[in-house]
């Protein structure tokens, strides 16, 4: 019987996250100071995270750092994950193409993001927080911090996107099973919602609101310390115990990737299966192609500007030298769900200016087309997030078998699609379109970006 799943035992499960930053041969810009801006140190980003994740942030020395050996345990409750080859997508194809997906689904919160959510609140229970807070778009990032929280006696504020909280409501009742808090952002509760809500009665919400008034609450209440499920370096390092399991298990299909694919929001699931990776190409000589797939509706890697620009809407966050839309992009009501960003990571936009990898926008449509041959062929629905991974891997598949060449391809399945059924439903009835951002738009979202010069 020919083998479907790969799986390691839990003393396998890495020791230690690897740090790209530290063998990059070009270095991210440093972070700035939103009011003076001068490169931030980890004692101005303290303000906001933990001590501890704030050193990691800013870290460009060491390649390895250790995993808490407790952090190393709540992992083993749900790590490894699969890997899985996709023979039935294969067939289905017709490809010559292997294709494997790292099955993040399988964890009791559905998706990744559980990865980082669980150091983020081991460091802040070790340094003394009693609160943390954070934003959340289609909800798997809000899910997994409010168990996270829980699991350290620590209380959680989460700030959801209004239209992601309105498409997708059992998120944020999973969330109030873990004990936290949740507003529809923008909400009136904070200064910066009330302002956005002055300005545009019925905004529908962006990440970027919702980070402001996470921010700002973070640093009005004593003992409470801001999250981030992506974008910034500390949750991309947290999040590549999914590639170095990864390479584990592709050694023991007996294959390595031509090509590694994931979705596309802020980064972290991106970085996380491709950056361990992406140390051969580096290090080694290795010719493995990455590619970020992103919605058509937010292509801040295919068509945004790198520029110094603000992570909120309001303007709290650090300068982050980036890829971005412009804070204050107000993206589609579309499904996309936490890929809405508008902005992309120091790492990310640094590799791509190195030429290590690259973006593809994908519509909308294509995405719920990809996602349910996947369910139809592999028995599992995933997360509109993981469908634009899937997209990608099927186009790859498509060319390799139009070449007549055999190709590995290996995917993230960030996420499961259970809690989405809306989404799916609505693509089923016909009542999904494609949308994609103008020229003019795009140039209107960027003008009131920073004047930094790089």
Excluded at 9 to 27: F, G, H, L, S, V
Excluded at 65 to 76: G, L, Q, T
Excluded at 235 to 252: D, F, N, R, S, Y
Excluded at 354 to 371: A, K, R
């Amino acid at each position: 019987m020919r083998q479907k799943k790969f799986l390691l035992q839990e003393k396998d499960i890495p020791t230690q996250w690897y740090n790209i930053q530290a063998d990059m041969p070009n270095k991210p810009l440093p972070p700035l100071h939103p009011a003076t801006h001068k490169p931030m140190v980890a004692e101005d980003l303290a303000h906001i995270f933990s001590m501890e994740c704030a050193r990691q942030e800013l870290d460009t020395q060491h390649a390895w750092i250790d995993i808490p050996e407790e952090v190393r345990d709540k992992y083993a409750y749900y790590r490894s994950t699969p890997l899985v080859r996709a023979y039935g997508l294969e067939e289905a194809l017709d490809t010559p193409a292997h294709i494997y997906f790292k099955n993040e689904s399988t964890n009791p919160l559905g998706s990744h993001k559980i990865n980082s959510a669980l150091p983020q609140c081991y460091y802040c229970k070790q340094e003394g927080d009693t609160n943390v807070t954070t934003e959340t778009g289609a909800g798997q990032w809000g899910a997994a911090l409010s168990y996270a929280a829980k699991l350290y006696g620590l209380e959680a504020a989460v700030y959801q996107v209004k239209i992601s909280m309105q498409q997708k409501p059992y998120r944020s009742a999973i969330m109030r099973t873990f004990g936290a808090t949740v507003e529809g952002s923008p909400s009136m509760s904070t200064r910066a919602g009330k302002d956005i809500i002055t300005r545009e009665p019925n905004h529908p919400g962006s990440l970027g609101t919702a980070i402001s008034e996470a921010i700002e609450l973070a640093t009005t209440t004593p003992n409470c310390k801001y999250t981030l499920g992506s974008v910034l370096n500390h949750v991309a390092l947290h999040q590549t115990v999914i590639g170095l399991e990864a390479e584990k298990q592709m050694e023991m299909a007996g294959e390595y990737p031509d090509e590694v694919i994931a979705c596309f929001g802020g980064g972290s699931n991106f970085g996380g299966l491709a950056f361990p990776f992406m140390r051969h190409n580096i290090l080694d000589g290795k010719k493995t192609t990455f590619v970020a797939a992103e919605p058509s509706s937010c292509p801040k890697l295919t068509r945004g500007k790198f520029e110094y620009d603000f992570g909120d809407e309001a303007g709290y966050t650090p300068l982050l030298p980036m890829y971005t839309l412009g804070h204050d992009f107000k993206p589609a009501n579309i499904h996309a769900g936490g890929l809405r960003y508008h902005g992309a990571g120091m790492i990310i936009s640094q590799l791509i200016r190195d030429g290590y990898m690259h973006g593809v926008d994908i519509p909308q449509l294509e995405t719920f087309e990809s996602g349910m041959l996947f369910a139809r062929t592999e028995g599992i629905i995933p997360a509109p997030e993981s469908c634009h991974a899937i997209a990608a891997a099927i186009r790859s598949a498509r060319q390799a078998k139009e070449a007549g060449e055999e190709k590995v391809i290996l995917f993230c399945l960030s996420g499961h699609g259970l809690i989405d059924m809306t989404a799916y439903e609505n693509y089923i009835n016909g009542d999904l379109r494609n949308y994609t951002i103008s020229d003019d738009d795009i140039e209107k979202s960027l003008r009131n970006v920073p004047q930094v010069e790089i």
